[in-house]
């Protein structure tokens, strides 16, 4: 089975940049499809990036486009989210997802094709 957790989520002003990190454990982050989810108050759950093991695919909403940059880390154990230029929009919490993968390509973005999720780590914005 798939663990995730993730951390560094916090506070931080408009402009600012925070960077997630999502820790696997049970399979090889390069056999998964991983995503960045997140979720803001009153609203649903919505994808922010994607990263499929094979291949290095990655996807982005456009809304996040040119910010955030996912990545596996260099230990190959965890999956990163660096984002920058943070607007008050970007407020929610941050979920990281994975679904073990048989092929190369775009990740789904879909929360319902996910089994696997982390807890969730809180980013907030203050303009």
């Known amino acids: 089975q798939v663990h995730l957790a993730e951390s560094g989520g916090g506070s931080v002003e408009a402009g600012g940049s925070l960077r997630l990190s999502c820790a696997v454990s049970?399979?090889?982050?390069?056999?998964?499809?991983m995503a960045w989810f997140r979720q803001a108050p009153g609203k649903e759950r919505e994808v922010v990036a994607s990263?499929?093991?094979?291949?290095?695919?990655?996807d982005y909403a456009d809304s996040v486009k040119g910010r955030f940059t996912i990545a596996l880390d260099n230990d190959h154990d965890s999956l990163g989210l660096q984002m920058v230029s943070l607007t008050p929009e970007d407020t929610g919490v941050y979920y990281c997802a994975a679904i073990i993968v048989g092929g190369a390509g775009v990740c789904s973005r879909r929360t319902d094709v996910y089994p696997n999720w982390g807890q969730g780590t809180q980013v907030t914005v203050s303009s």
């Open positions: 990263h499929n093991g094979l291949g290095s695919t990655t």
């Open positions: 049970g399979f090889p982050p390069n056999r998964l499809c």
